[in-house]
């Protein structure tokens, strides 16, 4: 099946990864908003849940966070609204160096690595795609994970609102074998889920705690859906020795050996990435590497 959208030869072919960069650049501005305003959002709607189901009051010093859309950014510190210009992905984070124009706050360095890592992200997409239906997919495909990444990091959760949209996108892929066939997405998102699913029990059942989130087994599952049962293991071996050597680092600079709660979903996320845009090439290095 020919998922080519335009000719390579094209006038617009040229221009398509420039497109897919700048269009990452402006995701990656509303992924911010995302990363910051639905996890409030998702606790508010829980404690609301709770107290219905408990037939409490609600209080009146618990608003309702704003919303991902409607409400207008502003600076955190001085509730100043933030113009136009001072919300250009990465270009106004520099031009106003890293400060809030109105009371010289600093601003998080978070937006302008998100906003360039999800422009990078969607460079190297178009680069390994060209302009065609997969092109589009891991174009959302990126999106979601670079929110999932986000949100993970800071509060170690994975929205379902996230993980199940993903998981049903890939099983619907699959119908018009976009990555991978039916079968192959039934069969690598049951591998993805029951893998992490077992290694969470046998880890309870040994030592009495949750080694693992829900949200990382239904994660698995939705990039099995995607890429199907071999690449099941590849990114868990991916992610684990990212998430040793990286996570490992920065829990020993910032926690100084500290036990914490330690995020799984983000290096997930990035080997599940990895693998869909270069899985051919990352296996033939490492057998390469091997020797075999």
């Known amino acids: 099946m ?3 959208l335009i000719a390579a030869d094209s006038p617009l072919a ?3 990864p420039l497109i897919a960069a700048v269009l990452g650049a402006l995701v990656g501005s509303f992924l911010n908003v995302v990363i ?14 709770a107290r219905e189901f408990l037939a409490l009051p609600a209080p ?3 608003p309702k966070p704003p919303g991902l859309v409607v409400a207008r950014s502003h600076c955190p510190s001085c509730k100043a609204p933030i113009r136009a210009w001072q919300n250009v992905p990465v270009l ?3 031009l106003l160096r890293g400060r809030c124009a109105a009371c010289a706050a600093p601003i998080s360095w978070q937006y302008p690595l998100v906003e360039l890592a999800t422009a990078l ?3 190297a997409v178009a680069l390994a795609f060209g302009f065609s239906l997969q092109a589009l997919a891991a174009l959302a495909f990126t999106w979601a994970l670079v929110a999932l990444c986000g949100i993970d990091f800071r509060t170690q959760l994975l929205p379902d609102q996230i993980t199940l949209p993903l998981l049903w996108a890939g099983l619907l892929l699959a119908l018009a074998g976009v990555f991978v066939g039916p079968a192959q997405a039934i069969l690598g998102a049951t591998v993805g889920y029951l893998s992490l699913w077992s290694v969470y029990w046998l880890f309870r059942l040994a030592t009495g705690k949750e080694g693992l989130g829900y949200g990382d087994f239904k994660l698995l599952g939705a990039l099995g859906a995607w890429m199907g049962p071999a690449a099941i293991l590849p990114i868990v071996l991916l992610a ?3 998430g040793a050597l990286i996570g490992g680092l920065w829990l020993a600079l910032r926690h100084r050996g500290e036990s914490k709660p330690f995020a799984f979903g983000p290096y997930l996320a990035i080997a599940g990435w990895l693998y869909l845009v270069a899985g051919e090439r990352l ?3 490492y057998w390469n590497l091997i020797g075999l």
Do not use: K, N, Y
């Not at 910051?36 to 849940?49: A, I, V």
């Open 283 to 285: 296996v033939g290095w």
């Open 36 to 49: 910051l305003r639905f996890p409030p959002r998702l606790e508010w709607g829980w404690r609301q849940q």
């Open 2 to 4: 020919d998922l080519t």
């Open 92 to 94: 106004s984070w520099l």
């Open 60 to 62: 009146a010093d618990d």
């Open 240 to 242: 684990s020795i990212s």
């Open 121 to 123: 992200a969607s460079l």
């Open 14 to 16: 040229p221009w398509w």
